[in-house]
Each structure stands twice: as C-alpha cells, then as structure tokens.
C-alpha cells in the first residue's frame, strides 16, 4: 500500500541520529509526511519552501536578522512544513512557551536536539530512505503495471485488471461503464451503490471529462474519490472511480493511470474485433444502398425481431471519404490501411452513437457509408448530424488520430430501408459537389438549383444552356486572358453590390466597371433584368458544377 513508500515523522524519529530528540509541542501531527530536508537558517525563505518539509535550525537567524521565533515558526506553518527540529545551543538556549502553545494549537510538530548534532548526518540520512523509497515505489508501480497488461491478454481482462486495482490499492474500485452495467470491487449492497451511482452521474454532467486528463478529484459521504475517464479516439467509453477513507497520494494517482490505459487498450481490442465482425455482418448494407435488395423477407431474415422497429425509424445515409495524409511518406502496406480504415471504423460509429444515432456501417477502399438511424434525443436530427461531423474533424486533426481528411454528403431524411438507396444517391451527390462549395460536409437540402442541374447532366442539354447564356463570356476570357466570367458570379452572387463585389476580386473600383461595361456589351444591355439575371446565375452555377476548378473562390 501507499504508506510503505512515504516517510513521517513518526518515521523519522526511530532513525537512530534522532535517538536524544524530544517533541516538545505538536505532537499530534507526527503522522505528517516529510518529502525533503532543509537546514534553514534564514527568515526569508518563502521561495525556497514547498511544502512537507523537515527544516532543521540552530537558531542563529533568530540574532542576526532579528527574527523572532514565534514569527519563524508562523511563517513555516503558513508555507505547509511537516516538522521544525531546533538544536539547543549557545544560538538557541530554550523554546519560549508562546512557540510551544502556537505548534500545539496547529499540530505542528516542534522537535528539540537537546545536545549538538551534525544536520549534515541527519540530511543525508533522511534524503537517502526518502530516494530509496521513492525507487521501491517506482519498482511496485512497475510490477503493477506488467500485471495490468498481461490482463489484457486474458478473456477477462477489465475484470482482472480492477480486481488487480483494489487488491494493490486496498481502494474500493467501482468502474462504471456508458454502456452496460457498473461493477463494485468489492461489492456494495443495492442501497449504497444507487446512492454512488446518482452521486456520479452528478458529478458527471459537472465535469469538462477528457481521457488524458488527470483524475479528478471529489467526495461521497465522506470518502474521497479519484474520477479517471477511460477511452480512445476522443471517445469517453467508461469511468473507474478509486474510493477512500483518507486522502489519495501520488502512488494512488499513478496506479489508477496505469489501469485506466490498460482497461482503454483492452477495450480499444475488444471493439476492433466487434467492428470487423459488425463489418462482415453488415455487407447487406451495400447491397441495400445500390438498390440490390427489394426483397423486403430478405430484410427481416437479416434484422430479425428488430426489422418492424427498424423499418419505421427516421435515417439519413451519409457517404464519407478519408484520405490518411501521411500514407505516401508512411508508405502503408495494404494491411496497415486495412487496419487504419477499421479504426476509422470504430471511431465512426463511437461517435454517431455519442449523439443518438444507431449507424449501420459499410467500407469500399476509403469511402465509409453509414445508415444513420435516428434514436430519440432532444436535438434535431440535423443539428446531431452537424455535430458529428465536427466532432469527427476535430478528431481527423488529431495528430494522434492518424492525420485523416474528410469530406462527406449527407443524404435527407427517409422512414423505410427500401428507400434507403434515393438517400445514398442524394448523399453520392453532395459529396461529389465539394469542389465547389469547398465545405468539408454537405447536406444534400444546401445544394440549391445543383440539385436540378445534376438530374440533367446529360453531357448535351448543360453545354447548351451555358453556351446561350455565356458563350461569349467564355470566349473573350479564353482569347483576351480576362476575368469576365469569374467577375459576373461574384457581381451577382453580391446582390450587384459594385463595393463588395470589388473588394471579394481585390480589384479597385474603376476596374470593375470596366469590366462590367465589356460584360454588358457582350451579353446586352438587360444583362441585370429579372429573368435574364436568373438564367445568367444557373448558366454559371451549372458551369462550376462541370468546371468547378476554373470557378473557386480564391
């Protein structure tokens, strides 16, 4: 346990150098525990202190600056010292009654050598059980640590690994799962794990909860807790609670460190394997999207008691690419980015179950699609779609993610699967629009007169239009090395705002009625009238979607 690595005062006054040593006052605080040693024979020492140590003093400061002793000794009870030992002496020859009644009123242990001793022998003694035990600490928190991880290689292995926690620790462990039910080591009747229970959940709406985050500290009834958040990807999947009766160490600290990563590295393994199995369960979703399975017996073989629920519950399909930035320099082999696109897997479906969707996913090479069912929640659907997808960039820029790019379309709403095919071509749309809006999700709904000018992307009937429209536009740019199509989308994109269409092409005023004079003169005077205005805006909206490289913003 933690007590066989810290040093006390009670432990330092069975070291032989402190045989003659007498506490004078204090004597209830002999439990204090002494991290170093300082002989001090200064009053201004507010920087040099800590906090729990042993000061070791003659006294002679109390002459040469004028110091009281009282006002000494106050100043070491203010910056947290564990003990002041004084050597009575020709520099200190009796401890007034007033140091004696203030170290008692404080439990502050006053230590008197009542003969001259070497401080020096008493420092290196004291610093060298301090180091040593500090190493047989560290020794323990090692072995600990090997058992730990050898539990994640059994069938149990979060099992193990909390009974191995309350068993080095002498703690009561609770480790309470989002999903599933909690477990007590050792076990707690009904009443008192409900009272914990409500008293966590608490706690846990409270709490900014990161899993690299040091254990956050709290109380119930009493007793002291170290909160850990268990997890990976950015994902919270668990809690392990550490529960007791005195104030938790360092080495408590340390040891509930080392279990949580271990418990997150078995976890982390145990969905991987689920993620590939729910994979290889889940390939009729790719048939379902493409509009292979009409069948709808066929669906509920495949769903089973759960199809009627299913069946009736809103979705939308999401299509999204990734593209691992560092694959060229990593040079990955093909069962690294096989392993990469399952752990993008799993990421994917923790975080749509984080916001109240049940995704049936499906992968083809780097592209995932996810049937995105909707389970009941506060939020809109939409808004908890939006929120997905900025949680999954901000893990995608996660160094520790992987450097994963995404872009993603995101098909309307549907109720029935067999229709889940108009939603996936919907979705296949606005993914294939992201060279033109440049956003990294898409709602199919923002697409706009895109949604019209896709059904007719013909190869013909698109040409035509925008050559009517802006066939000479296209020419005099093509020929005269001039701006005149950009500058026409960006002018009526503004509301023919001539300041800001100006200020978006970074051209001065003058130049940009030059150029909409040229425009005016090659399209004709009613270039701005309503309808012309209207056919002119889709003509160039159907030409980003055939040429949206020679159109983006710059």
């Avoid at 059994?154 to 799962?177: D, E, M």
């Avoid at 082999?333 to 049940?358: C, N, P, V, Y």
Wanted: glycine share 4%; with cysteine.
């Amino acid at each position: 346990m933690y007590s066989e690595f810290i040093i006390t005062i009670h432990d330092v006054l069975k070291r032989p150098l402190f045989r003659k040593a007498r506490v004078i006052a204090g004597a209830n605080g002999l439990h204090r525990r002494v991290r170093w040693v300082h002989i001090l024979e200064i009053s201004s020492f507010e920087t040099l202190i800590h906090g729990e140590e042993m000061i070791l003093s003659t006294g002679i400061g109390f002459r040469s600056d004028m110091t009281s002793p009282t006002s000494f000794l106050k100043k070491l009870i203010q910056q947290n010292v564990s003990c002041l030992c004084l050597e009575i002496g020709p520099y200190f020859d009796s401890v007034p009654e007033e140091m004696i009644e203030i170290a008692n009123r404080h439990d502050f242990p006053l230590i008197i050598f009542p003969e001259t001793v070497r401080f020096i022998d008493i420092t290196q003694d004291i610093h060298s059980l301090i180091i040593n035990r500090h190493h047989k600490m560290l020794q323990d928190l090692e072995r600990i640590s090997r058992e730990f991880r050898r539990a994640t290689l059994t069938t149990q292995g979060t099992s193990t690994i909390l009974k191995l926690l309350h068993k080095n620790t002498n703690a009561q462990v609770i480790y309470v799962p989002i999903q599933g039910q909690p477990s007590f080591i050792p076990s707690m009747n009904v009443h008192e794990q409900n009272e914990f229970l409500d008293t966590i959940n608490q706690y846990l709406t409270e709490l900014p909860l990161e899993t690299n985050s040091s254990p956050y500290q709290r109380e119930f009834k009493g007793n002291k807790l170290l909160l850990q958040p268990i997890g990976a990807m950015g994902q919270t999947w668990a809690f392990l609670v550490m529960m007791y009766k005195q104030e938790p160490q360092e080495y408590d600290t340390l040891v509930l460190d080392s279990a949580s990563l271990s418990i997150a590295q078995d976890l982390l393994r145990k969905r991987y394997i689920e993620e590939r199995k729910i994979y290889t369960e889940n390939i009729w979703v790719d048939d379902l999207l493409h509009n292979r399975m009409k069948d709808e017996e066929q669906m509920k073989l495949l769903l089973g008691s759960s199809y009627k629920e299913l069946n009736e519950t809103t979705y939308r399909v999401c299509l999204i690419d990734i593209e691992n930035r560092n694959e060229a320099e990593l040079c990955i082999t093909e069962d690294g980015q096989d392993s990469i696109r399952f752990h993008f897997s799993l990421m994917l479906r923790s975080t749509f179950e984080q916001f109240a969707f049940r995704p049936f996913i499906t992968m083809k090479n780097n592209r995932f699609m996810v049937i995105a069912l909707d389970l009941p929640a506060k939020r809109s659907m939409r808004e908890r779609i939006r929120q997905v997808f900025e949680t999954l960039q901000k893990l995608c820029a996660d160094e520790r993610m992987g450097h994963f790019e995404l872009r993603a379309g995101i098909g309307q709403a549907y109720s029935r699967l067999k229709n889940a095919h108009l939603s996936y071509q919907e979705a296949l749309r606005a993914l294939s629009l992201y060279s033109c809006y440049q956003k990294p999700f898409l709602f199919y709904e923002e697409l706009g007169v895109f949604q019209l000018l896709l059904s007719m992307n013909d190869g013909k009937t698109l040409q035509s239009f925008i050559q009517n429209y802006l066939g000479p536009l296209i020419e005099h740019d093509r020929t005269k090395g001039s701006e005149l199509l950009r500058t026409l989308k960006v002018y009526l994109d503004h509301d023919g705002s001539k300041q800001l269409a100006a200020q978006k092409l970074f051209i001065v005023r003058q130049s940009l009625y030059y150029r909409l004079e040229k425009i005016k003169e090659l399209l004709g005077e009613d270039f701005m009238s309503p309808d012309k205005r209207l056919a002119l805006q889709v003509a160039l909206r159907a030409y980003q979607l055939l040429y949206p490289e020679q159109l983006r913003e710059r």
